[in-house]
């Protein structure tokens, strides 16, 4: 085996080099479908269903993208997750004519991408020292949200069917790079742990995930946290120019608060090893300091959000938002391979099963509320904030860090 590939830090480098290209996938389409429904001519619950249907697919997928990779191993399974969500970003312009085939191809990116973070946090689990776990996924949750700065600095300047081909071919390229560069150490039945855990409990019924209220606090932080993303992720180029009459130009500007989640995510991550190695901080007190941060303060600044009218200073206070969000990925994101170590991928991808459930709401719901509040977008913000705040308090109430499963 080729020792420096299987080194922590290629590892975290490769993975997060596939999550750039999964975030960013996701960002083509809200700034997209402005152009495509003017084409088409698609109302505003139209363009909801296609932003949502990503989800469906995404929610489906996850669970068999953590066991999977347990079964098969991490390297097979993200090499499927990424060709298959590259293909499906290479039809959109094929299939845009008909919104049943759009919606279709939206379905199969999700398929894609729920396979991928599960798969990636089992790695992680298997590949990652502890002491070095928070910055792995500080790094990984800050190479997605570059990806959806690029995405959003780049794409408004492009015609939409090369918005899909540009980041298509990026996933075809990085298959054949994964392919030829990641070895994985694997006994003849699964994966080995670079630190082994201290129970190896791998005969777990499924009733034992949701039988441990340390592990339910972290899938509703989760829930609460996707929440208010998904809903800046789709609506936000839309709400920046229907209604802050941003022009085309301007919603780049959505890159803003990418930029500041992946520098928040990188400080944060090295931050919160440095309370727990420097100043002998526990890890569930980081941990909960970490997500009350990343939950509490994006529902506040939210809130803000919805109150101007004003582009620039909407803009700050959205970056200020999805920029503490990302706190959450030293917090109850790096809980998982604590307290389930065996178990990691399954935990996360049952988390964001439930977690994807914002995603499928968001669209149609967000295009209900505004439609019946006669364009006021405050009670979809509102809504967010509320949701926020009861995670983290539910979250600082029941975490732990010791191990379950």
């Known amino acids: 085996m080729n020792k420096m590939l299987t080194k922590p830090s290629h590892t975290i480098a490769l ?51 953590g066991s999977g990779s347990k079964k098969y191993g991490g390297k097979s399974i993200l090499l499927i997750s990424v060709l298959l969500w590259s293909f499906s970003t290479l039809m959109v312009p094929f299939c845009a004519p008909s919104i049943n085939l759009l919606i279709f191809s939206r379905v199969l990116l999700g398929l894609g991408e729920g396979l991928g973070l599960p798969t990636i946090f089992h790695i992680f689990a298997h590949t990652i020292p502890g002491e070095e776990r928070s910055r792995a996924f500080g790094y990984l949750v800050a190479c997605g949200s570059i990806g959806q700065t690029v995405a959003s600095v780049i794409l408004p300047h492009m015609s939409w069917p090369w918005m899909f081909y540009l980041f298509g071919f990026m996933g075809i390229f990085w298959v054949l790079a994964w392919a030829v560069l990641y070895q994985e150490a694997r006994t003849s039945t699964e994966e080995e742990f ?16 949701l039988c441990h209220w340390p592990l339910w606090s972290i899938y509703i932080a989760h829930f609460s946290m996707n929440w208010s993303n998904y809903i800046i992720m789709q609506w936000l180029p839309t709400y920046m120019r229907r209604t802050l009459g941003a022009n085309q130009s301007s919603i780049m500007f959505t890159a803003v608060p990418y930029v500041m989640n992946s520098l928040v995510g990188v400080v944060a991550a090295h931050f919160a090893d440095s309370l727990i190695n420097k100043h002998k901080w ?14 509490l303060g994006p529902g506040l600044f939210i809130l803000f959000f919805s109150a101007v009218d004003n582009l620039p200073l909407a803009v700050f206070f959205v970056s200020l938002s999805l920029g503490l969000s990302a706190c959450n990925s030293s917090g109850h994101l790096s809980n998982h391979a604590e307290i389930a170590p065996n178990h990691a991928g399954i935990t996360f991808a049952i988390s964001n099963t439930l977690a994807t459930i914002p995603g499928i709401l968001c669209g149609p719901l967000t295009a209900e509320l505004v439609s019946q509040s006669h364009g006021r977008w405050f009670p979809v913000f509102i809504i967010a904030a509320g949701v926020n705040f009861v995670g983290a308090i539910i979250y600082l109430s029941q975490s732990a860090a010791s191990q379950v499963l």
Not at 20 to 41: G, K, T, W
Not at 199 to 208: D, K, L
Request: glycine share 6%.
């Open 15 to 65: 993975c997060s080099i596939a999550n750039f290209i999964n975030a960013a996938d996701r960002v083509i389409m809200p700034i997209a479908i402005v152009p495509m429904a003017d084409e088409y001519n698609w109302d505003l619950h139209g363009q909801g269903w296609v932003l949502s249907s990503f989800a469906v697919g995404y929610m489906s997928s996850q669970v068999f993208g």
């Open 194 to 209: 670079i630190e082994p855990p201290k129970v190896s409990n791998t005969n777990v019924s499924w009733r034992e995930f």
């Open 282 to 295: 526990t890890t569930v007190s980081v941990r909960r300091l970490m997500t009350s941060i990343g939950l």
